[in-house]
């Protein structure tokens, strides 16, 4: 595992003297979002998602290209009843790679998967998850973007569905223009 | 245009048009209290706590509208003669009947089926089926000791095991939830969904689940225990120091209390129905309300699920 990473780093770090501009940025992210489960025997309601997401260090490269490593936190509301039986409100976070392809100065979208954990602290328990998502960004201004993520997530034989709105701002910027 | 069908995606799948609500079913509740006696180390509280237990679900029943049928097993002396007897808990009040085994080696299956037999209708996908267990849980397996005889000036006791208790609550269509306060009663956790916080390695261990061929989560049931498999439950919580708390079991105490029983009185509270009731609060009630120090002895277990089984709610589909 450590490997890996080093490895991962080790690209993301040589890549920009491949690459003739190289730049970083880093963004944060919030959004809202609505979480479907789709279990193997039953389907329950969707319930609100809330989460930040930070991207402290993406990788420019080539002009249209950005690589790099978000952490996500959100929290999920306990879904709405099937039956007797819902989802429990639980805590998520996730470590993905993203790669984000800017079509032009307006529309961008990007794709991104990765492992996170689920936390349900009413019981007490983990979930471990893989988590895979793309998402289209569209930018009024350069340093502000609205997103339209949708997400996949499966774990312990459960699907999730989450889609929603978000809410994107660039913190730092050095190198290649947006 | 894209806006619009922006919020028409996010609002499907939490609108009743696209999926309807289910009926509220109804409440089977299966209560046993055991005190035995002084040489099989007799209980205190335990047939009080089936009584609170009994009282707080007929309360909460009538509050939120639900139907319901409470069946209870006791030893508790009510005069009838004999050590056991089986009760039929309802409006008009409680209906008993002599327990006396026709074959004691099988007792436990002739009480299985009594019981069975003492409930009107047969729980159906909808309802809820909630065993209540407070008693003796034997050493090593955690099995209720539900029959006691004398013979010969030597005491006699039969179990049920736990095995064959767990198959028949399960073997419900509908949902069910075991709440065991007895010792060793975390034997009746098992099959967990999803990772104990405390052991990560199982979370992620039932990642690929599907592919790996385990058995995939159980979504109905619902179990929760005063203790774990190698632990003691107790008859009291003496570090609590409240109303009521020396005459319940720890466990049992703080499950009353979050069903919002009334300890002065020792029944259930009428006209209270704007609370969400669920399993999942119940064991978060349990696990913080049982005093620091007993939980060095005794701490509640369930199994780990990400679902949740709502009891009693102001409004079914929350």
Known sequence: MRKKAFLLLFLLITLMPVFPKTGYEATIRGEGMFTSVFAPADQMRSSPTFGVELDVLALKFAERHVLSLPVYVGYTYPTRRNGNVRLQEHVDMALTLSYRYKVNDFFHFSIKGGFGIDYYSAIKGIVGKVVGECALWFLPTDWLSFTFPARVSYGSGVYYLSYGVGLSVLIGNKGVEN | ?318
């Open chain 2, 1 to 318: 245009m894209l806006i619009l069908l922006s919020v028409f995606i996010i609002l499907a799948p939490s609108c009743d048009f696209f999926t309807p609500s289910d009926d509220d079913g109804k409440i089977y509740l299966l209560a046993f209290g055991l005190e035995y006696n002084e040489k099989l180390n007799k209980l205190e509280n335990t047939v009080l706590d089936m009584r609170g237990v009994t009282s707080a679900f007929e309360a909460l029943a009538k509050n939120y509208g639900k139907d319901y049928e409470i069946v209870a097993y006791t030893d508790d002396d009510v005069g009838l003669g004999s050590t056991f007897s089986i009760e039929r808990i309802t409006t008009g009040g409680i209906d008993r009947e002599v327990f006396s085994p026709m074959d004691v080696e099988n007792v436990d299956d002739e009480l299985l089926a009594a019981l069975d037999a003492s409930f009107s209708t047969t729980p159906m996908e909808g309802d809820i089926f909630i065993l209540y267990y407070a008693g003796h849980g034997e050493d090593g397996t955690g099995a209720p000791v539900i029959y006691y005889e004398e013979n010969d000036g030597k005491m006699n006791y039969k179990t049920l095991p736990l095995r064959k208790l767990i198959d028949y609550v399960q073997s419900h269509n509908s949902n069910t939830l075991m709440i065991m306060d007895s010792c060793y009663s975390g034997m009746a956790v098992e099959e967990d969904e999803i990772g104990d916080l405390l052991d990560p390695i199982t979370a992620f261990g039932n990642l690929f689940s599907e592919i790996t061929g385990k058995e995939n989560a159980k979504f109905k049931d619902f179990v929760i225990t005063a203790a774990h498999y190698n632990q003691l439950s107790y008859d009291s919580d003496p570090y609590i120091g409240k109303d009521g708390s020396d005459r319940h079991g720890a466990f049992t105490y703080q499950v009353l209390k979050y069903l919002g029983y009334d300890f002065e009185s020792e029944s259930g509270v009428y006209g209270n129905n704007n609370r969400t009731i669920t399993v999942s609060g119940m064991y978060e009630s349990a696990l913080d309300g049982i005093s620091s120090q007993m939980k060095l002895m005794m701490m509640p277990d369930a199994r780990k699920t990400r679902y949740d089984l709502v009891l009693f709610s102001p409004n079914f589909k929350n």
